[in-house]
Every structure is written in C-alpha cells, then in structure tokens.
C-alpha cells in the first residue's frame, strides 16, 4: 500500500486516503498518487457536482501539483469506472456528480451551481414508444433556476 502525504481540504470532513484508495482498487482503478490526490478532494467532502476547473482549483489550494489535463483525465478514467457521473449542460461545462444513482438537477443560471433536486420532489417519469431492441439508458432532467425579478 502506498503512502501519501495529502492533507485534509480546508474546512472539508474529509474520509482518510485509505478509504479513498479501497474506493478506487473496487472501482478497478490502481490508487496512484494522483487518482488518490483528487479521489479525497472529490469524495472527501460528502456529495458533491463540480466541474474540472473547480477540482483543479481546489487541487491548486491544497498543494496538489498537476495539470488541468490531468484532472480531465482522472476524471474521465472515475466517470468511466463509474465513481462520478457526468451532468451535461447546454452551452455550458460538464459537471461532475459523486451521486451516481439516477436523479435530478436544478442549475442555478446566475450563479454557475448545480444541486440535486430532492426524489421526493419529482413525479416518476415513465417514457413510452421506446424503440424494439431498445432500453432507457438514463433520464436526465435539469431544472434551471435564476434570481427571481
Ligand atoms: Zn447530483
């Protein structure tokens, strides 16, 4: 096992590397130092949508060194494994979800922020007239919010 010198995000709950690297090794992900580095600032601190600028950021403030290209790598490579899921939107970045399940997004215009809009809030979306030899791979919906006038 290896060993990391990575210290806790300013101001996160943070779960120890050591959990963030079995959550890699079970994802089928070897638990390289960089996958570690930002396997804890993405799952360290609860559920969470960001987008890779925003990783690389907080990656930046906390002293992990690497390139933007590598966030977008480590990224795809924990979206592929099924660690995050990705939140696409219009005209705007992917966003990256810890919550993989299947659920739905508010996106607040003004203030470039997704969160989750809670189950309980959304009637259960049935989708008719699915072609022969085809299933729903997903539903996405995506409410978007702005400042009321
Ligand atoms: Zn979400």
Redo the contacts with the bound molecule.
């Keep these: 096992m290896s060993t990391t010198t990575l210290r806790p995000a300013p101001g996160g709950v943070g779960c120890v590397p050591r959990i963030v690297g079995e959550k890699l090794r079970r994802a089928g992900l070897r638990p390289t130092r960089q996958r570690l580095a930002l396997g804890w600032l993405l799952f360290g601190k609860g ?1 969470r ?1 960001l987008t890779a600028e925003q990783l690389y950021e907080e990656a930046r403030a906390a002293r992990v060194n690497m390139s933007l290209a590598t966030v977008y790598n480590t990224l795809r490579q924990f979206t592929e494994s099924g660690l995050l ?1 990705e ?1 696409a939107l219009f005209g705007s970045k992917v966003w990256y ?3 993989t399940g299947p ?3 508010y996106y607040v215009e003004d203030r470039d922020e ?3 809009i809670p189950e309980a809030m959304l009637p259960q979306l049935t989708v008719p007239g699915v072609p022969e030899g085809m299933v729903v791979a997903g539903v996405d919906v995506i409410v978007r919010l702005k400042k009321a006038p």
């Design positions: 559920d949508h899921r939140v979800d810890t919550t659920h739905y997004h997704v969160f989750d």
